[in-house]
């Protein structure tokens, strides 16, 4: 639809003899005075106005914003491009081959399912460290990636041919986040439109919550699930309330002993007991420009961490710096300079824009860090850590003090296979991972942990031999910059050997311990701890063998490989002795900022960000090699088990049927609170006698290739068994037990069965289900198998204390009502345990086209007690509201694409 353009925004800016349309800001009144990340939605909506989805009542409500007031007006964002890593990209890739299948059964054009705008997906997820404390580590984990995942990397590759607009970047090149920051963001953007080019903000959505890293170049972003990132590619709208926006003032300068890392853990806590859930942050004033880019990037890619929606920088001198560095054009470079000052988009630190909530930190009161042993938000100062590490411990382990340490304790001897003999005892170190693009993209922190490692080499000091030791770089310019600072020998003297280009150990990917320590850890039951430079520490993400998770700087992670255990003092404890005998502690090998500096200036330049971007999409000779499928739809092999055709449109017609209230829903699973997409979503390694493991035994998979759920999430199959299957879940339903299992009231005296098995046999007997949790539902990455599977398993309603956005959003987009108790109340208030039979009635007032604020919900119990309350129908926006009434997001996409054709 051609743009309305109500406040003749339209115009022309010359940069450099090259003339761009743009659509000026200064052409509706008030938006001088919005934030920043406000006037990016601005811009948005003066350039997709149409009079319609979206009208001039949008950008004055817009330009008119109440930083006070509660969000309550929806607008139609359009992302600029759409980004998305391979687990949740896959799916996504599936569900629009399916589409083409189903468009053309209604009688569409099946090539009419296409990315409307750039889509880019970087296969960063499949890696795992297998293979480590070598050099052969890197080409073997490769060899074994390829090995698991050559059916879903052939399925991608055709992707890559058949999609227009969709681009691939082939495996062993980086992390999604870290790519996007050095290649792919374009900053600003330009296309050409009905014969002009055009210049606008660049913007995406992605399918990992930890898109937001690109908010530190001045790029509004965030984690959508797959299913909203599909209807972004075929050119839906984000519905979205206009947010309320937290201004992040900083002051002063990071202190000599702290990281960056540290001072996002700081920020991290301050945003979480701020509450940030749902909206914008930005960061803003005098201590802005002294923050590098990549700092800045570290800082926007834990926004997820914070609970917030996205966490933005403006553009400045700094942004501008950061783009010459890493290869883009001098064209773009000007182009994105004149446009934000044209635009008021450049950061201007005398002048403060209006928030609904301020908050404030001086850079110089950070102190170092770490945070765990479950949540990121948990920070610990370093000098609190032993003495936390005792109190925590408490929660893992009753066992007496068997060696006299004052805490639980007990000295396990090992023996390993190649000579080496410890003993372990509960929280030690059994991982040390330099891993995840939050850290690895900061050079700061990186070339810190491998002088903290020349320094412990020159000192005589070695890791502990039990630690699993490794570097999963973001980007192959960190190896070079390593390689030009000549610093790699002494990582690898620590056994910090580059074992992949992924996410690894940060999403689970940390391979199996060495077999004696495992079954060490199982048999003894000890507590072991991993310490990794990541964003996510939840409960059973890193390792099954491994309780408690500790997210750390690159330098402290290579700190607690020297110290072998958290039962430490890094201020008071020696980490060992130099040649003459001499006690060395982490002051004498902590590196000095002057020479990180100087280092960083030494071995970094513009040249190797364009070497090794040149060919990004090329990929290596075992890319090149895979044998690629021709043709607009994809021939499924009815013999995947990685890639199997969804049934969501099956039977599906083109008028949605009328929505339903639900009648006689039994409760599938009953959670606390703080159950996150980790809990919810499949996701790691899974044994034989699961469900999922029992359906690959079943099809003739060898329980060496099950691979990881991540790898194989676009088989439905495993998916649906997966789900609520992790194994630290805890369902109340049953007492004392973890994992993936319920009750099953489908049978006499209700059993204890896992999670799938039950969802199977309510299915058989036309059985409703609802899931009923506590606050903070949903917290974690933008999962979108957490919603699909929730929805494949049966159920009709989650009803929780509260939501994390995304999978709020999620669950509807898969035709699934969330619903809230009310205000005060849980399911522990009203006496609910679980056993009752639930009806929610009031869901057909959304026929009528009305959404309603609360529904009645009744549960009557085993004894016959009846419990009614209202529950809050948590159906945000309109949109929303058109996306349940259908059935999902995807079946109104489907039908809008039939109906236009």
Known sequence: MTNVDSFGAQGVLDVQGTEYEIFRLSAVEGSDKLPYSLKVLLENLLRT??????????IRALANWDPKAEPSVEIQFTPARVIMQDFTGVPCVVDLATMREAVKDLGGDASRVNPLAPAELVIDHSVQIDAFGNEAALERNMEIEYQRNGERYQFLRWGQTAFDDFKVVPPGTGIVHQVNIEYLARTIMTREVDGKLRAYPDSCVGTDSHTTMVNGMGVLGWGVGGIEAEAA????????????????????????????????????????KQGVVGKFVEFYGEGVGAVPLANRATIGNMSPEFGSTAAMFPIDDVTLEYLRLTGRSDENVALVEAYTKEQGLWHDASKEAAYSEYIELDLSTVVPSIAGPKRPQDR???????????????????????????????????????GRQFQLDHGFVSIASITSCTNTSNPSVMLAAAILARNAVQKGLSSKPWVKTSVAPGSKVVTNYYEKSGLIPFLEELGFFVVGYGCATCIGNSGPLEPEISEAVQANDLSAAAVLSGNRNFEGRINP????????????????????????????????????????????IWPNPIEVQQVMDASIDREMFTQDYASVFDGDARWQGIDTPEGNTFEWAEDSTYVRKPPYFEGMSTEPEPVKDIDGARVLLKLGDSVTTDHISPAGSFKSETPAGQYLIANGVDRKDFNSYGSRRGNHEVMIRGTFA??????????????????DFTQADAPQSYVYDAAQNYQAAGTPLVVLAGKEYGTGSSRDWAAKGTALLGVKAVITQSYERIHRSNLIGMGVLPLQFPEGESAGTLGLDGTETFSVSGVTELNKGITPKTVKVTAVSTDGKTTEFDAVVRIDTPGE?????????????????????
């Not at 106005?49 to 949008?58: M, S, V």
């Not at 309330?241 to 301050?270: C, H, N, Q, R, Y």
């Not at 850590?385 to 805490?407: C, M, P, V, W």
């Not at 349940?884 to 054709?901: D, E, K, M, P």
């Open 233 to 272: 590619m075929l050119g839906q709208p984000v519905s979205m309330l206009i947010p309320k926006v937290v201004g992040f003032k900083l002051s002063g300068t990071i202190p000599a002993g702290a990281t960056a890392t540290d001072v996002v853990l700081t920020i991290t806590e301050m945003l979480r």
């Open 380 to 418: 610990i100062a370093l000098t609190d850590a032993k003495e936390q590490f005792r109190k925590d411990i408490h929660n893992y382990s009753t066992d007496e003090d068997a060696l006299g340490l004052g805490r639980p304790s007990k000295g396990v001897d090992v023996s390993m296979e190649d």
């Open 49 to 58: 106005e149409d009079g319609a989805n979206i009208t001039a009542d949008h």
């Open 881 to 901: 509201a058109d996306y349940y009434r259908n059935g999902g997001i995807l079946q109104y996409v489907l039908r809008s694409i039939t109906a236009n054709a």
């Open 545 to 588: 063998d491994v309780k408690m998770n500790y997210l750390a700087s690159p330098p402290l992670v290579i700190a607690y490989a020297l110290a072998g255990t958290m039962d430490f003092d890094f201020e008071n404890d020696a980490l060992g002795q130099d040649a003459d005998g001499n006690d060395v502690f982490l002051k004498d």
């Open 726 to 743: 992790n194994i630290r879940i805890k369902n109340e339903l049953l007492d004392g037990v973890e994992g993936g299992f319920t009750r």
